[in-house]
């Protein structure tokens, strides 16, 4: 199974555009309605929804050393200045890993 991004607020639009140009199945904090919304409750939609939250925030690294389950995590510990930075982290996140993979993982970028 390919993997299903979550982005959370941080994370630009422009970003998912391109994602979805390429096939990549993506909402933003915005599509399901999570502005302003504590991380571990983000964290919990994705896990029921089999997506892999996509984040510039060390809170959810912070979650996951927690043990708080969840359905995968790609962490930015620096948000990159370009939007193909991120972009190409993510198409090669999909080329490699599947969504099995990904469950209660947390990926540095």
Known sequence: MSLRFQFDEHIPHAVARQLERRGIDVIT????????????????HARTNNRVVVTFDADYASLHH???PHAG?????????????????LVLLDA??????????LEYL
């Open 29 to 44: 904090a915005v599509m399901a309605g999570l502005l302003n919304t504590p991380d571990v409750v983000i964290l919990e």
């Open 96 to 105: 490699v890993l599947d969504h099995d993979e990904f469950i209660n993982r």
């Open 66 to 68: 927690r043990d708080v």
């Open 73 to 89: 995590i790609a962490y930015f510990a620096k948000a990159p200045t370009d939007i193909g930075v991120l972009v190409e982290a």
